[in-house]
């Protein structure tokens, strides 16, 4: 649990590096969109077998810490970092610090319902990963196996 991982919009610019990968996605993929801080939150409190607890930054923002309720740290964990939060309500960017790669693709599993498509990356190998909705998080997972 020693990556970053970042999440990307499958915009157009996102589309044409991932054809230049290899990497495929839904050609009917429209495009996606940040989620609000209140979505963001709205998919995480709707996570079964995990505790939530968020820290105030005492500027408007907050960070998000995911926990195994039953194992704790030996489970699957994860910290979000919403990006400058300005209104809870206006689309905003986020990324995930030191994940459990499968959480933070239930993650975004959760949020493609809601904002469309992702990709996720993380800060070392930079291999992509396409989420959409009803993504198998062990099949999607085992690539960067």
């Not at 809601?114 to 291999?127: K, Q, Y």
């Amino acid at each position: 649990m020693g990556a970053n991982y970042v999440p990307l919009l499958l915009d157009e610019e996102t589309k044409r590096w991932l054809r230049l990968e290899g990497v495929s996605f839904p050609d009917d993929a429209a495009g996606s969109r940040w989620p609000t801080p209140n979505e963001l939150r709205a998919a995480l409190e709707s996570l079964g077998g995990y505790s939530v607890s968020y820290r105030d930054d005492g500027d408007g923002g907050w960070d998000a810490e995911i926990v195994d309720a039953e194992r704790g740290y030996d489970g699957w964990s994860a910290t979000i970092w919403p990006k400058d939060i300005a209104n809870p309500d206006a689309p905003h960017e986020f990324s995930f610090h030191k994940p459990k790669l499968e959480l933070a693709v239930l993650i975004l599993e959760k949020l493609s319902h809601v904002c469309g498509p992702f990709v996720i990356v993380d800060d070392a190998s930079i291999t992509p990963v396409v989420v959409t909705p009803g993504s198998d998080v062990t099949v999607l997972a085992a690539r960067y196996g």
